[in-house]
Nanobody, 124 residues
């Protein structure tokens, strides 16, 4: 069974930066970052093709984070990163890494494997 382990969450002031990491125990085709704030539904934030050949490295972003967040990967470490800049209080949430057999999707239902989550708190 594929395992995903997130790390890197923490507390930061508005305008600050954090980088999240997602290490996988095996092969993934597409990996995404999701977040869930208290009382809100889980939403897709960013995704990246970690498998395939010519498409590997292609990324997708939710409009709410475009220009502020960057998803990337270290193939040798089988790890995906989410660099978060210009953080806002509304970015406060539990952030999850997930893996999908499909590509180019930020829909929760398309993901089969999930990590336990890492908390990000942004204070004003």
């Amino acid at each position: 069974i594929l395992q995903l382990v997130e790390s890197g969450g923490g507390s930061v002031q508005a305008g600050g930066s954090l980088t999240l990491s997602c290490a996988a125990s095996g092969y993934t085709y597409y990996r995404g970052w999701f977040r869930q704030a208290p009382g809100k539904e889980r939403e897709g934030v960013a995704g990246i093709y970690t498998g395939g050949t010519s498409i590997r490295g292609t990324t997708d972003y939710a409009d709410s984070v475009k220009g502020r967040f960057t998803i990337s990967q270290d193939i040798a470490k089988n790890t995906v990163y989410l660099q978060m800049n210009s953080l806002k209080p509304e970015d406060t949430a539990l952030y999850f890494c997930a893996a999908s057999q499909y590509g180019g999707t930020l829909r929760e239902r398309d993901y089969r494997y999930w990590g336990q989550g890492t908390q990000v708190t942004v204070s004003s």
